[in-house]
Nanobody
Framework: QVQLVESGGGLVQPGGSLRLSCAASGLTLDYYSIGWFRQAPGKEREGVSCISSSDDRISYTDSVKGRFTISRDNAKNTAYLQMNSLKPEDTAVYYC???????????????WGQGTQVTVSS
């Protein structure tokens, strides 16, 4: 049974940082592309960042470029999203997902975590 568990969310002040983790079980992340998505209240789920299985392709949505960094640790079967210089508009539930294609299109991902809340507020 495949399971993705996100952690690391919370309340942070504008300008602060958080690191989200996505721990996988039931599959080996080495063989998959990983995507991070977020969904704010009343909005559609949007792609934030993705990384290919070989780490040679990484993409970010424009609004997070230069502030967020996606990575993975295959030995720990875990993916990460380092988020710096956080803004109130980054507030959302963040999800990790696993699939066969490196894309920010949420429909291309097969497995999803349950999400972790990130709130950026003073």
């Amino acid at each position: 049974q495949v399971q993705l568990v996100e952690s690391g969310g919370g309340l942070v002040q504008p300008g602060g940082s958080l690191r989200l983790s996505c721990a996988a079980s039931g599959l080996t992340l080495d063989y998959y592309s990983i995507g991070w998505f977020r969904q704010a209240p009343g909005k559609e789920r949007e792609g934030v960042s993705c990384i290919s299985s070989s780490d040679d392709r990484i993409s970010y949505t424009d609004s997070v470029k230069g502030r967020f960094t996606i990575s993975r640790d295959n030995a720990k079967n875990t993916a990460y999203l380092q988020m710096n210089s956080l803004k109130p508009e980054d507030t959302a539930v963040y999800y990790c997902a696993v699939g066969g294609i490196t894309t920010l299109d949420r429909y291309e991902y097969e497995y999803w975590g349950q999400g972790t809340q990130v709130t950026v507020s003073s």
